[in-house]
């Protein structure tokens, strides 16, 4: 049994809450954006009509749209990647990347991406994607703070895939 944190007044563990409404109070207060899409096809790659059947807190703040706005995968990537040539190279990034991960069936390619935010500025993000059965989960953590010039860097270094246009 999982215990969970909570206020007194609220019960103490996932059983005494049920487990459907404890993953989601978990993914909808997680610290990072997570967007889960469906379905995935046979070879591993997510279609472009792929409906977005969530996103949590962060990313609706994060990036300013929820599932009412931004339905499918190709409207959340023509949000995220307004430039074409950028957009393009993230489709080939994220369908080599489902692929591997559908195979594996773990996060694969943590990677620095830029991606434009809720109010027009560009966000430096840490993405991860993870396939589960049918689903494509993806994460991005905001790491804008730590881009900012003069600012030290320290932990591992991980391979920036696209920049901001000019």
């Given at each position: 049994?999982?215990?969970?944190?909570?206020?007194?007044?609220?019960?103490?563990?996932?059983?005494?809450l049920?487990?459907?409404?404890?993953?989601?109070?978990?993914?909808?207060?997680?610290?990072?954006?997570?967007?889960?899409?469906?379905?995935?096809?046979?070879?591993?790659?997510?279609?472009?009509?792929?409906?977005?059947?969530?996103?949590?807190?962060?990313?609706?703040?994060?990036?300013?749209?929820?599932?009412?706005?931004?339905?499918?995968?190709?409207?959340?990537?023509?949000?995220?990647?307004?430039?074409?040539?950028?957009?393009?190279?993230?489709?080939?990034?994220?369908?080599?990347?489902?692929a591997?991960?559908?195979?594996?069936?773990?996060?694969?390619?943590?990677?620095?991406?830029?991606?434009?935010?809720?109010?027009?500025?560009?966000?430096?993000?840490?993405?991860?994607?993870?396939?589960?059965?049918?689903?494509?989960?993806?994460?991005?953590?905001?790491?804008?703070?730590?881009?900012?010039?003069?600012?030290?860097?320290s932990?591992?270094?991980?391979?920036?895939?696209?920049?901001?246009?000019?």
């Amino acid at each position: 049994m999982l215990t969970a944190h909570l206020p007194p007044s609220q019960p103490s563990s996932f059983d005494a809450l049920g487990d459907s409404e404890a993953l989601f109070r978990i993914l909808e207060n997680l610290p990072m954006a997570l967007g889960v899409a469906e379905p995935v096809l046979a070879d591993g790659t997510i279609a472009p009509d792929a409906r977005v059947t969530f996103y949590n807190k962060k990313w609706r703040d994060l990036f300013g749209f929820g599932t009412d706005e931004v339905k499918n995968v190709t409207q959340a990537t023509e949000r995220l990647y307004p430039d074409p040539e950028m957009r393009r190279r993230n489709i080939a990034w994220r369908e080599s990347v489902a692929a591997k991960a559908r195979e594996t069936g773990r996060a694969l390619n943590a990677v620095e991406l830029v991606a434009m935010g809720a109010v027009g500025k560009w966000i430096h993000v840490i993405s991860s994607t993870t396939m589960v059965g049918d689903k494509m989960l993806v994460s991005m953590e905001d790491i804008t703070a730590r881009k900012r010039p003069g600012r030290r860097r320290s932990g591992p270094t991980r391979r920036k895939v696209f920049s901001s246009p000019a």
